[in-house]
């Protein structure tokens, strides 16, 4: 049953609040230790609240699951896990989790909740409502920006950093329909019915506009990124972020790749060699 509880609670999911860091990385806090050990911290809650949403939906959506060929075998869906465990489990990470970020920070725990009631309301209502469900998936990634600057002790937050987690959320959010859309069964069409008011033309023109603002809000923040001795030094990581996006796009359009950005980032060897050096530039950039 153990393993069954950590299969529902999908870790593999856990990379997205590495966003978390945003704000300590790029407010250039990362030799503050208070600040490092608050985000960790935050992380880690952060990513036990979405777990807890994940069994949440796991237990509404267990029935059109049994129907999935993929998704039967999740551990609630295939009767490895009972509903009420399940429920139980959730309760128990959102009590205890609740009180945790309230220690860490009240302003904190605020976004945690603000991120757990949209994702609930997604859930059980907007994901079937076109074009809000696509934006409502990208404004989980922004609450997990500012869920992390309420950790680091930073008097701003650039609105082009703010801009560019939105389009490349949106960007990601889009590619996810595609995908879903290219890959759907008769059980996605009662599953998601919003696949329904979708095409892959007009998916295609929306992401090609997301990517292009999203390029675009990061060309501009690179050229306003506060703590920087030369202020302008930033553009240099400009090509990693272009490759990042085409590489994306190609495995979204090319390969109908995309419903789980998460395995993309962690399988896909020339992006995730393309991360890392973005990483190491940021990192040498901000603190040599």
């Known amino acids: 049953m153990f393993k069954a509880i950590i299969k529902v609670m999908r870790p593999r999911q856990w990379i997205k609040n590495l966003l978390i860091f945003a704000v300590l990385i790029f407010g250039?806090?990362?030799?503050?230790?208070?600040?490092?050990?608050?985000?960790i911290l935050g992380a880690i809650l952060f990513s036990l609240f979405a777990s807890g949403v994940y069994i949440i939906n796991d237990i509404a959506d267990r029935k059109a699951d049994q129907a999935h060929p993929r998704k039967k075998d999740r551990p609630i869906a295939s009767g490895v896990l009972s509903v009420r465990t399940a429920m139980i489990v959730a309760l128990f990470i959102f009590?205890?989790?609740s009180v945790l970020a309230y220690l860490l920070s009240p302003v904190f725990l605020v976004y945690c909740l603000?991120?757990?009631?949209?994702n609930l309301l997604y859930s059980?209502?907007?994901k079937h409502i076109v074009i809000l469900?696509?934006?409502?998936?990208?404004?989980?990634?922004?609450?997990r920006l500012y869920a992390g600057s309420t950790l680091v002790d930073v008097d701003y937050i650039s609105p082009w950093l703010v801009m560019t987690t939105t389009f490349?959320?949106?960007?990601?959010?889009?590619?996810?329909?595609?995908?879903?859309l290219a890959q759907k069964t008769d059980s996605d069409?009662?599953?998601?019915?919003?696949?329904?008011?979708?095409?892959?033309?007009?998916?295609?023109?929306?992401?090609?506009?997301?990517?292009?603002?999203?390029i675009l809000t990061y060309s501009l923040y690179t050229f306003s990124?506060?703590?920087?001795?030369?202020s302008n030094i930033m553009i240099l990581t400009i090509p990693f972020v272009i490759f990042g996006f085409f590489r994306y796009l190609y495995l979204i359009q090319v390969k109908d790749q995309g419903e789980t950005p998460e395995e993309i980032i962690l399988l896909d060897i020339p992006l995730k060699m393309d991360i890392l050096l973005w990483g190491l530039s940021i990192l040498i950039i901000f603190y040599s």
């Open 95 to 97: 009590v205890v989790c």
């Open 114 to 118: 603000i991120y757990i009631s949209l």
């Open 168 to 180: 490349l959320a949106l960007f990601m959010a889009l590619g996810k329909r595609r995908a879903e």
């Open 189 to 214: 069409n009662e599953q998601r019915k919003v696949l329904e008011s979708y095409t892959k033309v007009f998916l295609d023109q929306l992401i090609i506009i997301a990517l292009t603002l999203a």
């Open 225 to 230: 990124a506060p703590n920087l001795p030369e």
């Open 28 to 39: 250039g806090k990362l030799n503050d230790l208070q600040s490092v050990i608050n985000t």
């Open 133 to 143: 469900d696509v934006l409502l998936l990208a404004s989980f990634y922004v609450i």
């Open 124 to 126: 059980f209502i907007l």
